[in-house]
């Protein structure tokens, strides 16, 4: 028993083998973490099989800034990094390991690619994530640097799913339906808000409903992700509507979707509620 460290440890270490519940968070910037699955993890944080590892490609220092907040180009990024933080403490869950890859906002598609999926997958092979999310080639956004973070992420995913190992069960990302999407942009229209041009980069966009294969009901902890969105103090001018609207913004994140990437899932599987369903 020499290194174990008492019983509090030993317990923790039997909870974490052989769990089943860890999961994989790869995005590129500061706030894609908020917006994506902060309310898949504050429905997991209280249990004790749970781990969550966040990746971050940037520190999004090339962010707009919002008007009047106190950062310079070259603070952002490190201001950024703490709004980061604090926006996990704020969820109610911190990351049990957040790694920072440290590369160029607004560039991830300048690096070489084999360097970015190298980088992925040797975190990736350390955690053995049950569940490992991203974006998939839509970004969401169409932001080249989110296109190209899930990208490298899904190559990195496909040299794990071969071998007989544990985790890399599920590969998802993360999307918007069409319905919903269309949804909101007719909303947008009716409260006189600028909708999304599906034509450009840097506007949402939607995936068909059909590719849906996980619909996580998130109500009962909207508070707890509106908490940390909010401490993404330089950015509230992209992230929610001017002036914030409570109320819709809790609809907004009341729900998150998912497309299932790997394994491929039948037209005639039935929809998920969680990321987890079904690994046990
Ligand atoms: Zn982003």
């Known amino acids: 028993m020499r290194g174990i460290g008492g019983e509090t440890k030993l317990d923790e270490i039997i909870a974490h083998v052989g769990a ?7 995005v590129a910037h500061p706030d894609d973490d908020a917006y994506g699955l902060a309310g898949t993890v504050a429905l997991h944080a209280a249990e004790a099989d749970f781990r ?63 360097e970015l999926v190298d980088r992925i997958a040797a975190i ?22 989110h296109i190209t973070v899930g990208a ?38 009716e409260m006189g808000l600028p909708v999304f041009d599906t034509t450009k980069a840097y506007h949402g966009r939607g995936v068909p409903d059909e590719q849906i294969g996980v619909t996580v009901e998130c109500a009962t902890v909207a508070d707890r992700i509106i908490a940390g969105l909010l401490q993404h103090r330089s950015q509230l001018h ?28 039948p037209a005639s599987a039935p929809m998920l509620t969680d990321m987890f369903e079904g690994l046990d």
């Open 20 to 26: 089943g519940r860890t999961l994989a968070l790869v």
């Open 52 to 114: 969550f590892v966040l990746v971050h490609a940037t520190d999004g220092g090339a962010g707009d800034i919002r008007n009047g907040f106190p950062a310079t180009r070259e603070t952002l990024g490190a201001i950024r990094r703490g709004e980061c933080e604090a926006a996990w403490r704020a969820h109610g869950r911190v990351p049990d390991r957040h790694e920072w890859l440290g590369y160029p906002d607004g560039a991830v598609d300048q690096v070489p690619f084999s």
């Open 124 to 145: 990736l092979a350390e955690e053995e994530p049950d569940v490992v999310a991203t974006f998939g080639p839509d970004g969401i956004t169409a932001h080249p640097d």
């Open 152 to 189: 490298a992420t899904d190559a990195a995913f496909a040299r794990f799913v071969e071998g007989d190992g544990p985790g890399f069960k599920r590969l998802v990302h993360r999307v918007l339906p069409t319905s919903v999407f269309e949804r909101w942009q007719h909303q947008r229209r």
């Open 238 to 265: 992209v992230m929610a509507d001017d002036p914030i609207d409570i109320p819709r913004l809790r609809r907004i994140v009341s729900h998150e979707w998912a497309v299932i990437a790997w394994p491929p899932r």
